[in-house]
């Protein structure tokens, strides 16, 4: 963990792409490494690891702190319904470990359509929606990423994110620091004001681990 942490900070420190230094992680062994140790006891380490509303697996896997970079892995276990249409509140890389993610980005036109935007607030205890307006979406572009593939986004462009296939489809995530304080979302569902974050169970998250590890080391 204290390698794979070391290496992150100083490369974004140095002003690294993050693309890059997603990339090495993912590729020399550094990232499986990791997770197989942490495996072996999940609980000692305390990361956050739960099923976000757009039906993956998250879990948290290593962060300096409140609003810093953060290393995290998603994983789809089977099929979902189309995600929500949402942008971040940081810029981020994203490789591709296993499976096909497919990628549709979004303009927005405020104040008018039948599309309701919401403002996202994220707390420990989980995701605070307000109502922000009616909006038209209308999409702009589509990618396949593909097992090996990294790709980064800026916080402002509107995106869906899929599987597709080849489950589990598994991306690991290195996020940036905050650059603002909440997201918008255009949920395919009208959500209610609140949605609870649950915990997964440190034998559920040991399982997660091992098998992202195992598709690392294809």
Known sequence: MEQLFSFIESGISRGGEAEEILSEVCTDGTLRDCLISVSKEPESHGMLCYRHPNGFYKMKVLSPGTHAWALRIHLWDAPVPPSDVHDHRWNFASFVVSGQLQESQFSIVRGTGSDQA??????????????????????????????GQAYTLDHRVLHRADPVSGYPVITAVLQGRDVKDTTTVVPGTVWSSDLAVRPLDWETVARLMETTAERLGV
């Open 118 to 147: 919401f403002t996202l607030t994220r707390s420990m205890d989980g995701y605070h929606y307000m109502p922000d307006g009616m909006c038209q979406l209308a999409e702009v572009g589509r990618r396949t990423h593909t097992p």
